[in-house]
């Protein structure tokens, strides 16, 4: 599998060099110890005689620092530029090699002359005076960058991302399942609630990683449970009415105010019925107050509250809403789907949800068509965008999980499905109650060996299509 080397970001051909250097105000100190020493101490040289010589090793002393800095100045250029720089970049290399080799001997030379002059006029050794010592360098903080968000909203290469405990805020299940699939993920996700300040450290903390984070920004408590469905502070008439512009303003200017792109998939699932934010029930009736048409009507308040602040210049606007084959009939319309969308200028990528999960229907085929066909078909008829998977996953519960995964990637490679910019797939284990019964569907990529293997496979066999970074 082609991969974008180990020492640069899926975004660009260059790494952030960080190099100790040698302060010239150090330099300057040893220099001026020294010229203290011999004046105090030599009867043979004059102190005149003294300084002049000093001065000259000084001189040889500051010029290789000056080189020094011009030559690591040079590299980090080359290093910016693509792979036919690199001739270029070995030649300062060495240049940089004789030039700490200049400056260690200007050094060693200073130490000489303050050891040398060291002596009292009559031969009997005095003690030199300590050199008072060099100012500690601070460490050297590399800022973190990202790429555009025109860049990344239209990239040259599908995204793969993936939801796992706690990550972005640690990343130990992310590393240990992508060292078990070859390759870093391009995107994380992750989710926050409305009674949450936005968390500038899980974006920062996404980009020092190379990846993209994207927030599901879910407008109830974080810690509400997902049987809950009625929210009556949270309702979209609430939202509407203002009672949360107050806090969105001021996520907005935190959005702003860190500087770095994110995706957000602002109330995911809408068309569905199990959200506080979904607007009917399957029987018609209405779920948290809400009424149909306030849905999109809450996302343009959100959207333009944001442009207020700044913030859509950061901001990678997600409509995601879920697959429709599963829900109840009269919820499967073009239509329906369509009066939950905000508009074309109020959205960057539409997405969905789509997993492959029991209870399977007679004659259901474990396929990427049959999870995802249906919706993509209207999600392409709703609007003409990018289109991000933006959750997906397979239960290993009947042992359909690693054909289901072997036909995903497929349906990625096929020519039909170029405008999807790329998937994040949900691996975790969650347990739940499907159909009345409770469950545990393991929707982690390495739940079973063939599984994984599936996956490996499959990513793999995508090349440079996908946005996958090297491990380590």
């Known amino acids: 599998m082609s991969r974008i080397t180990a020492r640069a970001s899926w975004w660009a051909l260059s790494r952030t060099r960080s190099r100790a250097t040698v302060v010239a105000a150090s330099v300057l100190v040893a220099a001026l110890a020294a010229v203290s020493v011999v004046v105090w101490t030599s009867p043979e040289i004059s102190p005149v005689q003294q300084t002049i010589r000093v001065a000259e090793t000084l001189g040889k002393a500051k010029q290789a620092s000056e080189d020094r800095q011009g030559l690591l ?9 693509l792979a036919s720089a690199e001739e270029g970049q070995a030649d300062a290399e060495a240049q940089l090699a004789e030039s700490d080799g200049a400056l260690q001997a200007a050094l060693k030379e200073l130490a000489v002359v303050g050891k040398s002059e060291s002596a009292s006029r009559n031969g009997a050794p005095v003690a030199a005076r300590a050199p008072a ?22 990239p040259d290469a599908s995204y793969f991302g993936m939801y796992t405990e706690q990550a972005p805020h640690n990343w130990a299940t992310l590393d240990a399942t992508a060292a078990k699939v070859g390759g870093l993920p391009s995107i994380v996700g992750y989710f926050g609630g409305w009674d949450e300040e936005f968390r500038p450290d899980a974006v920062t903390r996404a980009w020092s990683r190379g990846m993209l984070p994207m927030l599901t920004w879910e407008s109830r408590p974080i810690a509400a449970q997902n049987d809950v469905i009625e929210e009556p502070e949270y309702s979209l008439p609430r939202i509407l009415d203002g009672a949360f512009d107050e806090y969105l303003h001021r996520y907005a200017q935190s959005i702003k105010a860190t ?25 018609g009736s209405a779920i948290n107050g809400n009424r149909p048409g306030d849905y999109a009507a809450m996302w343009r308040h959100v959207h333009d509250i944001f442009e207020q602040e700044g913030a859509n210049d950061l901001v990678i606007w997600v409509w995601a ?4 084959d599963k829900l109840p009939t009269q919820m499967r319309t073009l239509e329906y789907l369509q009066r939950f969308y905000p508009g074309d200028e109020y959205v960057d990528w539409v997405g969905m949800s789509g997993y492959l999960r029991p209870p399977y229907r007679d004659g259901e085929a474990y ?4 999870t995802f066909g249906q919706t993509l078909q209207q999600l392409r008829a709703v609007a003409s965008k990018p289109i991000m998977l933006a959750e997906v996953g397979a239960s290993e519960i009947e042992g359909h999980k690693p054909e289901w995964v072997k036909s995903f990637f497929e349906a990625l490679g096929r020519p039909e499905n170029d405008d999807i910019v790329g998937f994040s797939w949900f691996s975790l284990a969650i347990t739940t109650y499907v159909g009345g019964e409770r469950a545990t569907n ?18 793999a ?4 299509r996908m946005k996958v970074q090297p491990v380590g």
Request: no cysteine; proline share 8%; aromatic share 6%.
């Open 321 to 324: 809403p879920n697959r429709i």
């Open 73 to 81: 100045a040079r590299i980090d250029a080359l290093e910016a530029e």
């Open 133 to 154: 010592k060099a100012p500690a360098a601070a460490p050297v903080t590399q800022p973190v960058t990202a790429p555009s968000r025109d860049e990344l909203v239209a």
């Open 367 to 370: 396929t990427f068509d049959a």
């Open 461 to 464: 066999s995508l090349g440079d």
């Open 259 to 283: 500087g770095l792109p994110l995706a957000i998939r602002l109330d995911h699932e809408m068309n569905g019925t199990w959200y506080p934010w979904s607007e009917q029930r399957g029987d």
């Open 442 to 459: 393991d929707w982690r990529i390495d739940s079973r060996a063939d599984s994984l293997a599936a996956f490996r496979d499959g990513l």
